[in-house]
């Protein structure tokens, strides 16, 4: 069973990983569901685009971000949108920050400007490497924090039927 406080700490975390976007460190969570800081690593992957996979895998990212800005203007903890774009500790990450956002009584305006990149490595594995400003997106009382754009990777499976991502890493402002 759960204590009380390790859920509160962990929504904590998680909100503040996705809608705020303040914390120094990226944001993942841990097989076990736990919200895990890491350090970003040295180089981005390679990324392109242009194949008809590679647009795949970029319509599945941007429709994961999509959803995730429109559910957080209605204040929403989630959506169907949301689950049709994203599994796992993606998923697990955004609808828990969210939820979290509603909790709070967030008020959210502005969208995130995205400069996705992917990089499709098999029939069923691809990442994504972005480049996010969250500047103008976030909580309508508080100013943005911190300067420049976030350094984004993100992992897609494909499951048979549609690309979808399923890890995600947000950084800290200024690393890309």
């Known amino acids: ?22 914390l120094p460190a990226a944001c993942t969570l841990a097989p076990g569901g736990e919200p895990v800081l890491t350090e970003p690593s040295a180089s981005p992957a390679p990324a392109r685009a242009g ?18 800005v429109t559910a ?6 989630g959506s169907d949108a949301l ?21 709070a009584g967030a008020d959210v305006s502005g969208e995130p400007v995205l400069a996705p990149e992917a990089l499709v490595e098999s029939s069923d594995r ?12 976030g909580f309508a009382s508080q100013p943005a924090v911190g ?14 039927l549609a690309w979808r991502v399923s890890d995600l890493r947000i950084w800290e402002p200024g690393t890309c």
């Open 1 to 22: 069973m759960r204590s009380r406080t390790s859920t509160v700490r962990r929504g904590a975390v998680v909100s503040g990983c996705l809608l705020v976007l303040l």
């Open 72 to 77: 957080s203007h209605e204040g929403t903890g």
């Open 83 to 103: 689950e049709r774009h994203a599994v796992g500790g993606a998923l697990a990450l955004m609808t828990e920050a969210l939820q979290g956002a509603v909790t």
């Open 51 to 68: 194949t008809p996979e590679e647009e795949a895998v970029l319509a599945a990212y941007t429709g994961m971000w999509d959803a995730v």
């Open 126 to 137: 691809a990442q994504v490497t972005d480049c996010l400003d969250d500047t103008s997106w």
């Open 147 to 160: 300067v420049g754009p976030r350094l984004v990777e993100a992992r897609l499976i494909h499951d048979g």
